[in-house]
């Protein structure tokens, strides 16, 4: 076997290998250590104490994945920017809070304008139909007596004198003279109906005024109703807009309120993936301090004396340990790659014939003499630590004298360059001013700088042989350099000229702060304030309007009763009246009946044609031949009327009218204290404390 192959054999068990020393390195299990490789025959590792070393995979201390760094810093940027939308939710939350009350408030505003305005229109609508009833009652009376041909029993008096003049004392054709005794005898069969129009006429004058009287007031209230109304439709435009802006403030608090959940959504993802690599992390920190514990299970075990147990730990760990690597390909590379960072010094690996002449000699056992109990060999613990300790601080100092002796070294070769350099330089300058060549002497310069760097810049480890140092490492790699310590301060980070800060910062500007919040607070609870002030202000006016209207329909009721009062007076007026036309018409009836009985005056002129009509009346309706007009005619005896039957007839139609007047008087008083009483409720009702 050649010399690489022999360094990739060796390299490849010392890497993966350490003994119970803890130590990369391999140390024997008494505390002492030197460089050396495991026979490979039986009787050799029997006879030689170097032989008899136990063997483990030590673990190299995983790195911190930068990954979970990063993940930690988006995990907060996320974090932040949740925060911030948070903060900006709130916001729009109290705008949308302000705008449900200030929609609410509308809302109230337009309910009280809408029950003043039915509060005002409601007796309106009882007057309304009084009117309507009014007005229906007129219509029907004129179409129930639209068949009359006089109004009044005092027309039909004067139409019935002039027919009858005419037909006595005028020339007249025979059918103008039998249109006129009909329209007499039409005239005689409505004077009935006639009279009870003239009854009902003067109670429709009544309800004519009172009908006026209505339409007045409905145009008085008419511009009342006209401002409510038009307040009304201010405050529905009003509740309108505030309901418009309602919507519109609760469709940025559901867009926000989305932008929120997609952040969380991306805050969780980093959590999750921040999560399996602190998972990954933590198992591989697992697997590090499982194998120190280990590594002090296996002392432990040494420090009893089982040598036994620990050898078979050991053997069956570098078993299940190489195996590992053997079939994990990124393990093995990750494990080597972290060795090669880890340890502080290259490994130089000697070969095969160093170490034969660097073995310690046989111990005295080792060729037929007594060999010494295995128990024998077990160091102190005590004695091991100081050892241990000691070696460490050896090597520290060692390190540190390394390490300001390379730093002279790079000093020297520094101030050496740069005074050759400044030497060719001058020697140039001679030259050019002597007019002789420069280009030879400059180039010469910078090859024996070149040649000086590289020399300085030469590695060497001493003992090893020229092959292993010639710029190959462990495994027959390039040794790498150590990898610069962090500084314990992170530098600042200056931005750039155009720099923009991020969404979040922005967001977070834009949010308003504490003392912000609470003057919109203020402001808010200001509002509030002049909102109640104007509310009990309104409420105030409200009730002063409707006491105003109570006043004003109590003046109504007593004005409505002061004329019920008139219209009682002039019923038993008209009353009166009647008795007295009846008791005039009944002396008139006993003087013309006794004056018949008596043979006196002779009948008026009119009283044949009036007692036409009877005579054919009792004929059977048949016309007779018109007789010959004779006027010098000598007088007849007057018929005697039955006095009797009309005189019962003029009673009876007093006291119908009288009765009707005293149905239509009681129907108004009860209506009129029927209206005072509710008026007289409604205002204690609107007057008392709410």
């Known amino acids: 076997m050649d010399a690489q ?6 390299g490849e068990v010392m890497g993966a290998g350490e003994e119970p020393g803890g130590s990369p390195d391999h140390q024997h ?6 460089s050396g490789l495991p026979a490979a025959s039986e009787e050799a590792s ?3 104490p170097i032989r008899k070393r136990l063997w483990f995979l030590r673990m190299p201390r995983p790195s911190v994945a930068g990954s ?13 920017q949740h925060n911030l939308i948070t903060e900006s939710l709130n916001v729009k939350k109290v705008e949308r809070d302000s705008a449900r009350e200030a929609t609410r408030a509308a809302r109230d505003a337009f309910m009280q304008c809408r029950a003043a305005y039915d509060e005002r229109s409601a007796p309106l609508k009882k007057l309304q139909e009084q009117r309507q009833d009014a007005n229906a009652n007129a219509n029907k009376l004129k179409a129930n007596f639209s068949d009359l041909l006089v109004r009044s029993e005092g027309e039909l008096d004067q139409q019935l004198a002039a027919l009858h003049y005419r037909i006595e004392h005028e020339t007249i054709s025979l059918n103008e003279e039998k249109k006129a005794l009909g329209t007499i005898k039409k005239l005689e069969q409505q004077r009935e109906r006639v009279r009870e129009y003239e009854a009902s006429a003067s109670l429709f004058a009544e309800s004519k005024s009172k009908r006026s009287e209505l339409q007045e007031v409905l145009r008085e209230s008419e511009g009342e109703l006209s401002a409510l109304r038009q307040e009304m439709d201010v405050q529905r435009q009003i509740l309108d807009k505030l309901k418009e802006h309602e919507q519109a ?7 926000v309120m989305g932008e929120r959940r997609r ?7 980093a959590f999750h993936r921040l999560s399996a690599q602190k998972k990954a992390q933590w198992e591989k920190n697992n697997a590090f301090y499982t194998n120190r514990a280990f590594s002090r299970e296996v002392r432990k075990l040494l420090a009893e004396g089982k040598q036994g147990e620990a050898a078979a730990a050991c053997a069956q760990q570098m078993d299940e340990a190489v195996a590992q690597l053997a079939a994990d390909a990124e393990l093995r590379s990750e494990y080597f790659s972290l060795w090669e960072q880890q340890r502080k010094t290259p490994v130089v690996l000697p070969s095969a014939d160093d170490v034969d002449a660097n073995l310690p000699p046989p111990s005295s056992g080792a060729k037929g003499g007594p060999r010494k109990k295995a128990a024998e060999a077990v160091v102190d613990p ?9 070696a460490l601080m050896e090597e520290a100092r060692e390190e540190a004298r390394r390490a300001r002796a390379a730093a002279a070294a790079a000093a020297a070769a520094e101030h050496e360059s740069s005074a050759a350099a400044s030497a060719a330089h001058a020697a140039a300058a001679e030259r050019e001013a002597a007019g002789g060549p420069a280009e030879a002497a400059a180039g010469g310069a910078e090859g024996e700088a070149a040649g000086g760097g590289g020399a300085a810049g030469e590695v060497t480890v001493v003992g090893a042989p020229p092959e292993l140092t010639a710029g190959k490492g462990h495994h027959g790699k390039a040794h790498k350099a150590a990898a610069a310590k962090r500084p314990p301060v992170e530098p600042v980070v200056v931005p750039e000229e155009k720099f923009e800060l991020p969404e979040a910062a922005r967001l977070k500007e834009k949010t308003p702060s504490s003392h912000e919040l609470k003057e919109l607070d203020r402001e808010r609870n200001r509002q509030a304030r002049e909102e109640a002030e104007r509310r009990k202000g309104k409420k105030a006016a409200e009730k002063q309007r409707k006491r105003e209207r109570q006043d004003q329909l109590a003046r109504a009721a007593a004005a409505a009763a002061t004329s019920a009062a008139e219209a009682a007076a002039s019923a038993q007026a008209a009353a009166a009246s009647a008795a007295r036309l009846a008791t005039a018409h009944e002396a008139e009836a006993g003087t013309s009946d006794s004056a018949s009985s008596d043979g006196g005056a002779a009948a008026p002129a009119a009283e044949p044609a009036a007692s036409a009509p009877e005579q054919r009346k009792r004929s059977g309706g048949k016309q007779s031949a018109p007789l010959p007009v004779v006027k010098a005619m000598a007088p007849k005896p007057a018929a005697r009327r039955p006095a009797g039957t009309k005189q019962s007839a003029l009673m009876r139609q007093a006291k119908r009218v009288g009765k009707e007047y005293s149905l239509q008087l009681l129907v108004g008083l009860g209506a009129v204290a029927l209206l005072a009483v509710v008026s007289l409720v409604w205002t204690a009702m609107s007057v008392a404390p709410q």
């Open 29 to 34: 299990a008494n505390g002492a250590s030197s």
């Open 249 to 255: 403030v609760g469709k940025e608090v559901e867009d």
């Open 382 to 390: 005590a004695k091991k630590a100081e050892a241990t300790i000691a």
């Open 46 to 48: 029997e006879e030689e």
């Open 5 to 10: 192959e022999a360094i990739t054999d060796v």
């Open 263 to 269: 952040c969380k959504e991306l805050m969780d993802g």
């Open 68 to 80: 979970i760094k990063s993940l930690e810093q988006e995990l907060e940027t996320f974090r932040a």
